[in-house]
T-cell receptor, first 115, second 111 residues
Framework: DVKVTQSSRYLVKRTGEKVFLECVQDMDHENMFWYRQDPGLGLRLIYFSYDVKMKEKGDIPEGYSVSREKKERFSLILESASTNQTSMYLC??????????????FGPGTRLTVL | RKEVEQDPGPFNVPEGATVAFNCTYSNSASQSFFWYRQDCRKEPKLLMSVYSSGNEDGRFTAQLNRASQYISLLIRDSKLSDSATYLC????????????FGSGTRLLVRP
C-alpha cells in the first residue's frame, strides 16, 4: 500500500524560529512535492524535486528551502518562521513518467501555527 | 484569471440526488486531468482521472470538453459518505511533473 508520511500532524512555533518539516515516501518515487493549502486559495506549490539533490522552485518559494539527500525523504525548511506561514503543509510524491503526468500521493499534512 | 476555476459551493443535496460539478481551465495545451477528493482535515486523494472520451467509475462520471476547456464530475445516487471537497486538477504544460489544483467544490449530502 502506498504510503507518504509526515513528521508531525500539528506544530506550533514562534516567529523567527527555524522549522523543519519532514516527509518520507516508501514507493520509490522520483518526484516529491511540498504544497501549502489555505482556505480559498487551494494547494499552492512551494518546491518540488525530481531526483536526489535536485530541486526546483514552485509558485511560492519565498521564505522556504528544501533538502533531498535521499530518494525517499524530502524536507521543507522555514528559515525564520513568520505568522503568514501559518498553514496546512502537504507533501506529495509521484513516479517518473516519460509522457504524461501521474497521480500524486499525499501525506496526511502538517498543520503549522506560527505565533 | 485563475488557471483552474471551480464553484466553491457548498452544494447541499439530499441522499439519492444527482449532482454535477464543473471546472474550467485556462491552458488549452493541458493533457492530463483529474478529480481528487478531500475529506475535512484530511489529505487529497485521487478520485478518478478524466479521459477525452469520458469515463465512469460506479456512480461517478467524468467528462472532458477540450473545446470549451472544462471538465465535469457527475455523482449519481449521492451517499452521505460522498460529503467532501472535490478538487479539479490539471497538468502544467511547463513541466511534466506538476499539477495545478483548483480550490475545490464542497459537497454536503444530507439524510
Amino acid at each position: 500500500d502506498v504510503k507518504v508520511t509526515q513528521s508531525s500532524r500539528y506544530l506550533v512555533k514562534r516567529t523567527g524560529e527555524k522549522v523543519f518539516l519532514e516527509c518520507v515516501q516508501d514507493m520509490d518515487h522520483e518526484n516529491m512535492f511540498w504544497y501549502r493549502q489555505d482556505p480559498g486559495l487551494g494547494l499552492r506549490l512551494i518546491y518540488f524535486s525530481y531526483d536526489v539533490k535536485m530541486k526546483e522552485k514552485g509558485d511560492i518559494p519565498e521564505g522556504y528551502s528544501v533538502s533531498r539527500e535521499k530518494k525517499e525523504r524530502f524536507s521543507l525548511i522555514l528559515e525564520s518562521a513568520s505568522t503568514n506561514q501559518t498553514s496546512m503543509y502537504l507533501c506529495a510524491s509521484s513516479p517518473y513518467r516519460d509522457r504524461g503526468v501521474d497521480e500524486q500521493f499525499f501525506g496526511p499534512g502538517t498543520r503549522l501555527t506560527v505565533l | 484569471r485563475k488557471e483552474v476555476e471551480q464553484d466553491p459551493g457548498p452544494f447541499n443535496v439530499p441522499e439519492g440526488a444527482t449532482v454535477a460539478f464543473n471546472c474550467t481551465y485556462s491552458n488549452s495545451a493541458s493533457q492530463s486531468f483529474f478529480w481528487y477528493r478531500q475529506d475535512c482535515r484530511k489529505e487529497p486523494k485521487l478520485l478518478m482521472s478524466v479521459y477525452s472520451s469520458g469515463n465512469e467509475d460506479g456512480r461517478f462520471t467524468a467528462q472532458l470538453n477540450r473545446a470549451s476547456q472544462y471538465i465535469s464530475l457527475l455523482i449519481r445516487d449521492s451517499k452521505l459518505s460522498d460529503s467532501a471537497t472535490y478538487l479539479c486538477v490539471v497538468d502544467r504544460m511547463d513541466s511534466s511533473y506538476k499539477l495545478i489544483f483548483g480550490s475545490g467544490t464542497r459537497l454536503l449530502v444530507r439524510p
